[in-house]
């Protein structure tokens, strides 16, 4: 490649070159290059054949072009994603599978069924009986292992119940019509194939992106990749960019590659992204990053949220750890003729669901909408606060509610079809004149000029948060901090305290 390898990236060519093989972890910070530096490697190291294994559908279709464009043989070298490998091993050892998204959903409901619950009790049952066999799935969890079971609900905050009897069936069930009927949803994909022990294609080399990310059941494909004689993998990651724990991923991975694998640590400490002091202010969370070689000096600037629309400019990022005020910021901007896109399709669709679930409240009427939304607010926090819930689930009903509220105060819609339309048309996956972002969604983007908004909520703390939780939190800091290439904003509704 035309980039001549840092001295990280010589050593990592160096260890794919030694002949007493093992496995390797590279602990690379953001903007790093872990791509570049992953078919670097690949270039250097020349394997008979390798699989490079990639976060999502769009990045390893993107990698796999890369690799022919590299003149690397599509059938030696593959890239893929860990779903699809657990497809490919489904579609071999039982014959090809047929998605059912709702598969699960409607074994919870037989589950819960026979539950003496009111009707508000059994939703919230199915909803927590289905996000624990998610877990169950991800995380290998036998349902009779009682401990191990007990461990995952304390760490994920759920409230044991009657509901959770019914996993049993539910997984057991699940396996059932899986193998004899071949339908599957995405998480089978990963769970299925190791309840069946099913192989896949070995190779010499197994090289795994975003390694801090993936689950146990992830992990576990990958390792089937890996030949039994003599091959070896690459497990690429920042345990500081770990911030998806909320959704299964498994919050200590990039720790238990090393015990498993018995991995030698590698480093990428080089970020080519981010300017002299935006690397000042990330390594009061990340000591060893640094920055590159001529990196400019970068600007970090206070600005109020009233001069926020004064200041943007087409291709600028706007961040914030919760959806509420992004979406405030949007409708501001769409107003001024701005073109603005949340993203996320699928956060509209989480929002857009509390409108279904007013609909839904008894005695329901448009014209007092306003008032069902307050109704459906308390009784949603007060349940949430008789189990004891965790403040990041409380926070995130309070940020769908005021969502909703806000997009109903601003469309001024006839009914409530047209604004579950309006809510879902500020929220795209595909990038506007000016996006804005989560900052979990912002994770793998950057821009020559970044906004944060409430920087104060990072890092997010609530009582009784978790220790894997508060990390999860500054670990989203981190992220926010390191999207830009020259200006970072911070951005609040009071007055600048300096810049």
Same mark, same amino acid.
Not at 200 to 226: H, M, P
């Given at each position: 490649?035309?980039r001549?390898?840092? @001295?990280y990236?010589e050593?990592?060519i160096?260890?794919g070159?030694?002949?007493?093989?093992g496995h390797?972890r590279?602990?690379?910070?953001?903007?790093?290059?872990?791509?570049?530096?992953l078919?670097?490697?690949l270039?250097?190291v020349q394997p008979?054949?390798a699989?490079m294994i990639?976060?999502? $559908?769009?990045i390893a279709?993107?990698?796999g072009?890369?690799?022919?464009?590299?003149?690397f043989?599509p059938?030696r070298v593959k890239?893929?994603?860990?779903?699809?490998?657990g497809?490919?091993?489904l579609a071999?050892?039982?014959g090809r599978?047929?998605?059912?998204?709702?598969?699960?959903w409607?074994l919870v409901r037989?589950?819960v069924n026979?539950?003496?619950?009111d009707?508000v009790e059994r939703?919230?049952?199915?909803?927590?009986l289905f996000k624990?066999?998610?877990?169950a799935?991800l995380?290998?969890i036998?349902?009779g292992?009682v401990?191990?079971?007990d461990?995952?609900?304390?760490?994920?905050?759920?409230?044991?119940?009657?509901?959770?009897k019914?996993?049993h069936?539910?997984l057991e069930?699940?396996?059932?019509?899986?193998?004899?009927?071949?339908?599957?949803?995405y998480?089978?994909m990963?769970?299925?194939p190791? @309840?069946l022990n099913?192989?896949?294609y070995s190779n010499e080399w197994v090289?795994?992106?975003?390694?801090?990310?993936i689950?146990a059941?992830?992990?576990?494909?990958?390792?089937?990749?890996i /030949?039994?004689?003599?091959?070896?993998?690459l497990w690429?990651?920042?345990?500081f960019?770990a911030?998806?724990?909320f959704?299964g991923?498994?919050?200590?991975?990039?720790?238990k590659?090393?015990?498993?694998?018995d991995?030698?640590?590698l480093?990428?400490?080089?970020?080519?992204?981010?300017?002299?002091?935006h690397?000042e202010?990330?390594r009061e969370?990340?000591?060893?990053?640094?920055?590159?070689?001529n990196?400019?000096?970068g600007?970090i600037?206070?600005?109020?949220e009233?001069?926020l629309?004064?200041?943007?400019?087409p291709?600028d990022?706007?961040?914030c750890r919760?959806?509420?005020p992004l979406?405030k910021s949007?409708l501001n901007l769409i $107003?001024?003729?701005?073109?603005?896109?949340v993203?996320?399709?699928e956060?509209?669709e989480?929002?857009?669901s509390?409108?279904?679930s007013i609909i839904?409240?008894?005695?329901?009427?448009?014209?007092e909408f306003?008032?069902f939304?307050q109704?459906?607010?308390?009784e949603k926090?007060?349940?949430?606060e008789m189990?004891?819930a965790s403040?990041? @689930?409380i926070?995130a009903?309070?940020?769908?509610c005021?969502?909703?509220?806000?997009?109903y105060?601003?469309?001024n819609?006839?009914n409530?079809?047209?604004?579950?339309e309006a809510?879902?048309s500020?929220f795209?996956?595909?990038?506007?004149?000016?996006w804005? /972002?989560?900052?979990?969604?912002?994770k793998g983007?950057?821009?020559d000029?970044?906004?944060?908004?409430?920087p104060?909520?990072l890092?997010?703390?609530?009582p009784?948060? $978790?220790?894997w939780?508060?990390q999860?939190e500054i670990?989203?800091q981190y992220?926010?901090?390191t999207?830009a290439?020259q200006d970072?904003?911070?951005?609040s509704?009071?007055?600048?305290v300096h810049?």
């Amino acid at each position: 490649m035309a980039r001549t390898p840092s @001295k990280y990236q010589e050593r990592i060519i160096a260890f794919g070159k030694e002949k007493k093989g093992g496995h390797g972890r590279v602990n690379a910070v953001a903007g790093s290059g872990k791509s570049t530096s992953l078919f670097m490697f690949l270039e250097h190291v020349q394997p008979r054949n390798a699989v490079m294994i990639s976060f999502n $559908k769009p990045i390893a279709e993107e990698n796999g072009n890369k690799l022919v464009n590299l003149g690397f043989d599509p059938k030696r070298v593959k890239s893929k994603t860990v779903h699809s490998i657990g497809y490919g091993m489904l579609a071999q050892g039982i014959g090809r599978p047929h998605m059912e998204a709702d598969k699960y959903w409607d074994l919870v409901r037989e589950a819960v069924n026979g539950l003496n619950i009111d009707h508000v009790e059994r939703r919230e049952a199915e909803s927590s009986l289905f996000k624990l066999a998610q877990l169950a799935r991800l995380n290998h969890i036998d349902p009779g292992d009682v401990d191990a079971l007990d461990r995952l609900m304390e760490h994920h905050v759920l409230e044991d119940g009657e509901w959770s009897k019914g996993l049993h069936y539910v997984l057991e069930r699940g396996l059932e019509i899986a193998e004899k009927l071949r339908v599957i949803d995405y998480t089978d994909m990963l769970w299925v194939p190791y @309840k069946l022990n099913l192989d896949t294609y070995s190779n010499e080399w197994v090289l795994v992106d975003e390694a801090q990310d993936i689950s146990a059941a992830q992990r576990w494909i990958a390792k089937k990749c890996i /030949s039994e004689y003599g091959g070896r993998s690459l497990w690429v990651g920042d345990e500081f960019q770990a911030i998806y724990g909320f959704a299964g991923a498994d919050s200590d991975s990039f720790q238990k590659i090393k015990e498993e694998f018995d991995a030698v640590d590698l480093f990428l400490s080089i970020c080519y992204r981010c300017p002299k002091s935006h690397i000042e202010l990330a390594r009061e969370i990340v000591p060893h990053i640094e920055w590159r070689d001529n990196a400019p000096d970068g600007t970090i600037q206070n600005i109020p949220e009233a001069k926020l629309h004064e200041v943007l400019q087409p291709g600028d990022l706007v961040m914030c750890r919760f959806t509420a005020p992004l979406v405030k910021s949007c409708l501001n901007l769409i $107003k001024r003729r701005v073109p603005a896109k949340v993203k996320g399709r699928e956060i509209g669709e989480q929002i857009a669901s509390v409108v279904d679930s007013i609909i839904k409240m008894p005695g329901y009427s448009w014209s007092e909408f306003p008032a069902f939304l307050q109704a459906y607010r308390r009784e949603k926090l007060h349940k949430l606060e008789m189990k004891e819930a965790s403040e990041s @689930k409380i926070q995130a009903l309070l940020d769908k509610c005021e969502c909703v509220d806000v997009c109903y105060m601003e469309f001024n819609c006839e009914n409530a079809h047209k604004l579950k339309e309006a809510i879902l048309s500020l929220f795209a996956d595909e990038k506007s004149l000016i996006w804005l /972002s989560t900052v979990h969604r912002a994770k793998g983007l950057e821009a020559d000029r970044t906004f944060i908004l409430q920087p104060d909520a990072l890092p997010f703390t609530w009582p009784g948060q $978790k220790g894997w939780q508060y990390q999860q939190e500054i670990n989203l800091q981190y992220v926010a901090y390191t999207r830009a290439r020259q200006d970072m904003f911070l951005v609040s509704g009071r007055d600048p305290v300096h810049g």
